[in-house]
């Protein structure tokens, strides 16, 4: 998923609006004639292209950027029925919330700082010249009850690595959601041309590095007393698995 030199857009504005939509998430194309004062025909010419080009995807007025991703999939376990799917910008409250639930057991720092970002920046998915960054969510009748997030910079000496955040709400573990969700970001980072998926867990986290373990990952590396939580310093566990 290399961000190739300014993606070769061709002209100046329909560089503007790329840079435009991926900074707020969605934009409409009234947002875009009044922000970037282009002229209206000029703009829908330009956006026409960017669409064509599988930069942009539209329904209608509102506009994102577009991630070869794949199709939602659908899935029943003990009764319960769930779908896997490319995460929308629509799903920004969903996930956030999500992870917030998952990260108030103390257990996952990194996923925490994740949701803090994605809140702040009011933006989901990213591609630009200096990070990518990708979200899948399990839905339960249409509710975000579980995520899987990539997030990679654009550097040379790092584009082949991407680090991973995966989490289920409390309430629906048990079912394989976390299972799925992994293998459906790992598929994503493996067609992507991503060498290698890491993440770290504090060590107290033993169901997180358990689940990851099962999946194939191995530890590569602990950072001792790394973390303090509730006034105790606790190791991180780094670890990684390579596709």
């Not at 993606?7 to 560089?15: A, T």
């Amino acid at each position: 998923m290399t961000f190739a030199g300014e993606l070769e857009f061709g002209h100046e504005d329909r560089q503007r609006i790329y840079q435009y939509v991926e900074r707020r998430g969605t934009a409409t194309m009234s947002e875009l004639e009044s922000e970037l004062r282009l002229d209206p025909g000029g703009l829908r010419h330009h956006v026409a292209i960017l669409k064509r080009d599988g930069r942009l995807d539209g329904e209608g007025e509102q506009y994102r950027v577009a991630l070869d991703a794949g199709a939602e999939e659908e899935y029943v376990s003990d009764d319960l029925e769930f779908h896997i799917r490319p995460a929308r910008q629509e799903d920004l409250a969903g996930i956030v919330g999500a992870i917030r639930q998952v990260a108030e057991e103390k257990t996952y720092i990194v996923a925490e700082s994740v949701a803090d970002e994605v809140d702040h920046e009011n933006a989901l998915l990213r591609h630009n010249e200096l990070e990518s960054r990708m979200f899948f969510v399990a839905t339960v009748a249409d509710e975000v009850v579980g995520w899987v997030h990539l997030h990679a910079p654009e550097l040379d000496k790092l584009s082949h690595t991407a680090e991973l955040t995966v989490g289920v709400i409390d309430e629906y573990r048990s079912h394989g959601i976390g299972s799925h969700l992994l293998a459906r970001g790992l598929e994503w980072a493996g067609s992507n041309g991503y060498e290698k998926v890491y993440q770290s867990v504090p060590s107290t986290n033993e169901d997180a590095i358990a689940f990851l373990e099962s999946h194939g990952w191995e530890t590569e590396a602990v950072r001792e007393d790394h973390y303090k939580l509730n006034g105790d310093a606790v190791d991180e566990v780094m670890m990684a698995v390579k596709l």
